[in-house]
Each structure stands twice: as C-alpha cells, then as structure tokens.
Nanobody
Framework: QVQLVESGGGLVQAGGSLRLSCAAS????????MAWFRQAPGKEREFVSV????????YYADSMKGRFTISRDNAKNVVYLQMNSLKPEDTAVYYC???????????WGQGTQVTVSS
C-alpha cells in the first residue's frame, strides 16, 4: 500500500506560480512512476505530467509544456509540480498518482485545490 498526500494548492492570480508537493509513504518510492492529474469542475480528470522512477524522464500534456515542471526527490519520497504562468483554466483539483507500470494507476492522493483568479 502507498499513501499519497498532496499539498501546496491555493488561490493565486493569473500569471502567478504555485508548487505542489506529493509526499509518499508505505512502499519503496523509487519503484513507482509518479504522475499528476487534474480535474476541473464538471470535467473529467485529465493527465498533466509524469516522471520516471529515477526522475530522468518526464512527459507533459501539451497545454502544460513550458509552464509546468515535474520533479522528484527519491531520498525524500516526494514528487513536485512547479506551475508557472498560471491561467484561470488551470483551476482544478490536482491529484498525484503512483504506478508500477505505464498505462495503469495503482494509487491516488486525495487531491489539492488550485484556484487561479483572472
């Protein structure tokens, strides 16, 4: 079992920045690919970014490229999402997720709210 706890969400003005953190516990953190997803009100959950187990490979959804940066610290069991140049359409609940294999999600966090005002 892996427990994931997100933090760092909040209210920010358009153009501002936030850094989300997701602390993991319970299993060997470096065994898992880590990803961020988000879900806006009335919309389906969507993929944001993923990082490999070692942290040497990352991938982003097109709308986040150049604005968001995912990283991880395997010594601290934490994955981060640095979000810059935020837009009102980035408003959503952001979730981190852990997966042993590509294409599956084994564990979800409870989410953290990000609200971007115009």
């Amino acid at each position: 079992q892996v427990q994931l706890v997100e933090s760092g969400g909040g209210l920010v003005q358009a153009g501002g920045s936030l850094r989300l953190s997701c602390a993991a516990s319970g299993r060997t953190f470096s065994d898992y690919r880590m990803a961020w997803f988000r879900q806006a009100p009335g919309k389906e959950r969507e993929f944001v970014s993923v990082i490999s187990k070692s942290g040497d490979s990352t991938y982003y959804a097109d709308s986040m490229k150049g604005r968001f940066t995912i990283s991880r610290d395997n010594a601290k069991n934490v994955v981060y999402l640095q979000m810059n140049s935020l837009k009102p359409e980035d408003t959503a609940v952001y979730y981190c997720a852990a997966s042993l294999q590509a294409g599956t999600t084994d564990y979800w966090g409870q989410g953290t709210q990000v609200t971007v005002s115009s």
